[in-house]
């Protein structure tokens, strides 16, 4: 009797997507994790983006360091925060210590929390310093889809987060036992070792990545301004959550018997192209600069005593002032303020080095840098950061 033939069973093993066996290194007492790295290498990626960008339209150096250092550390606590809210049982439920809602060195992070939290620290430090909000905001959008991007390949070191088993060939492999306990995210245990899921840390990074190449590209090509590049992010990001939300199997909380996480895509989508269809009837061109009336250039007939202005001041009229600078210690005046130049203009984003002032960009790295460590030796077999 002739043997059975193994080499369909041998191209799919070679086709499946394979688990990492590495998800950290020890310097110590500390453990740095493969996870938090992602993490940390998006927000780098981000800034440096954003930063080309913000150049590119006239905007400060400084002005983003000065953004970030605020609103990174408010994006990981928002993340954290909606976490909690939408998977509160280890927290809250049965056996649950509320006290470990506070370890954030542990993980779980959700992106709506860090984007909403995030935004919302933008615009009051935006206010302070007489920063146009959504030219910001259309300047930092790219960046960000990127940062999610490479964020994801953290799930992937994990072993979490992944979707329903499938029988396509680029199924991603996961372990049933790590270091010869369980492995606390396989999903059923009826299901034989071999079996394959969905990638959807990879789906969802490759739609990302499109997503970034995509608001670069509508942003020049259409003129985008006024807040409507991060409103198309928005509505692109919510899309592709939606249909990869529902092939994940982890535990989530439902509504209706449908995902927390796909509800609230669905909103986030609905509210992100009703702003931008607002906001395009409004404004068919971008803003005239990135600087608010608040920005005038000391001595200028529009230099006040700190009082708000409408948001319809020029980069050149308001004329840029060294960010973060306290009152009454501006940069000294110009002449006129930089031209505005083309975002989106590739020769316009070689940007230039940071500024010797730039002293938030210190300060927005090391608050990155704080999720990265975990006090403490921990085993693959624990529950591992998982970001949401």
């Known amino acids: 009797m002739a043997e059975p033939s193994t080499a369909g069973t041998a191209v799919d093993v070679l086709a499946a997507i394979p688990s990492p066996s590495w998800s950290g290194f020890s ?9 938090a790295l992602c993490i940390l290498l998006g927000i ?31 994006g990981i606590i928002g993340g954290r925060l909606y976490h909690v809210f939408s998977t509160p049982d280890p927290y809250f439920g049965p056996n649950g210590n509320p006290v470990a809602a506070l370890y954030i060195w542990n993980g779980g992070l959700g992106i709506w929390g860090a984007v909403a939290l995030g935004v919302l620290t933008v615009f009051f430090v935006c206010r302070h310093y007489g920063i146009r909000f959504t030219a910001f905001l259309d300047a930092a959008a790219p960046g960000l889809i990127l940062a999610q991007a490479v964020g994801r390949w953290g799930n992937w070191f994990n072993q979490e987060l992944f979707g329903a ?22 999903p059923d245990a009826a299901l034989p070792a071999d079996t394959l899921f969905h990638p959807t840390f990879l789906y969802e990074s490759l739609w990302n990545l499109v997503g970034f190449v995509l608001l670069i590209w509508a942003g020049r090509r259409f003129t985008l301004g006024h807040g409507q590049v991060f409103f198309l992010y928005i509505c692109y990001y919510t899309a592709g959550r939606v249909w990869i939300e529902a092939l994940r199997i982890d535990t989530a909380e439902l509504i209706l018997g449908v995902r927390l996480n796909v509800w609230v895509s669905i909103l986030v989508f609905a509210l992100g192209a009703a702003l931008f269809v607002l906001s395009r009837i409004r404004h068919r061109a971008p803003e005239d600069g990135v600087y608010t009336g608040r ?3 000391p001595g200028s007939d529009d230099d006040t005593d700190g009082r708000d202005h409408d948001d319809h001041g020029s980069a ?7 960010a973060g600078t306290a009152p009454g210690n501006a940069a000294p005046a110009r002449a006129s303020g930089p031209a505005p130049r083309d975002p989106e203009d590739p020769e316009d984003l070689r940007g230039s080095t940071m500024s010797k002032r730039s002293f938030g960009f210190f300060g927005a790295v ?11 030796s921990r085993t693959r077999s624990e529950h591992p950061p998982r970001a949401d």
């Open 165 to 186: 088993p499938t029988t396509l060939p680029w199924g991603l492999a996961i372990d049933r036992e790590i270091d010869g306990a369980p492995n606390p995210n396989w």
């Open 295 to 297: 920005r005038a250039q």
């Open 316 to 322: 050149g009229h308001a004329g840029p002032t060294a």
């Open 44 to 74: 780098v990626l981000a800034l440096w983006v954003t930063n080309r960008r913000w150049q590119a339209r006239g905007g400060s150096e400084d002005d983003l360091w000065n953004i970030a250092m605020w609103a990174i550390p408010a």
């Open 27 to 35: 310097l110590g007492p500390l453990t740095i994790h493969a996870y």
């Open 366 to 376: 090391t608050s990155a840098i704080s999720i990265v460590p975990q006090v403490g």
